[in-house]
Nanobody, 126 residues
Framework: QVQLVETGGGLVQAGGSLRLSCQAS????????MGWFRQAPGKEREFVAATTWSGDLTDYADSVKGRFTISRNNAMNTVYLQMNVLKPEDTGVYYC???????????????????WGQGTQVTVSS
């Protein structure tokens, strides 16, 4: 069993930055591909970023490339999402998730993930 807890959300003005953290407990994440997803009001949840356990592979949604950075500290069982140059359209609830398998295949699909955090709200004002 894995428990994931996201922190770091909040209210920020457009152009600002936030750093989200996802702390895992219960089991180590050191072999897991991890992802960040978000859900805006009235919209479906969408892929934001993912990283392999070693960090050698990362991927981002086109909408956040060049502005967001995913990283992890396996010793701390924590995954991060650094978000810079935030835009109002980045507003939503952000979730971290653990991929069901260690492979990179299908890392953009939420059905590939089995453990999810409760989410943290990010609100970007214009």
């Amino acid at each position: 069993q894995v428990q994931l807890v996201e922190t770091g959300g909040g209210l920020v003005q457009a152009g600002g930055s936030l750093r989200l953290s996802c702390q895992a407990s219960g089991r180590s994440l050191s072999s897991a591909t991890m992802g960040w997803f978000r859900q805006a009001p009235g919209k479906e949840r969408e892929f934001v970023a993912a990283t392999t356990w070693s960090g050698d592979l990362t991927d981002y949604a086109d909408s956040v490339k060049g502005r967001f950075t995913i990283s992890r500290n396996n010793a701390m069982n924590t995954v991060y999402l650094q978000m810079n140059v935030l835009k109002p359209e980045d507003t939503g609830v952000y979730y971290c998730a653990r991929k069901r398998t260690v492979t990179w295949v299908a890392h953009v699909h939420e059905n590939a993930y089995d453990y999810w955090g409760q989410g943290t709200q990010v609100t970007v004002s214009s």
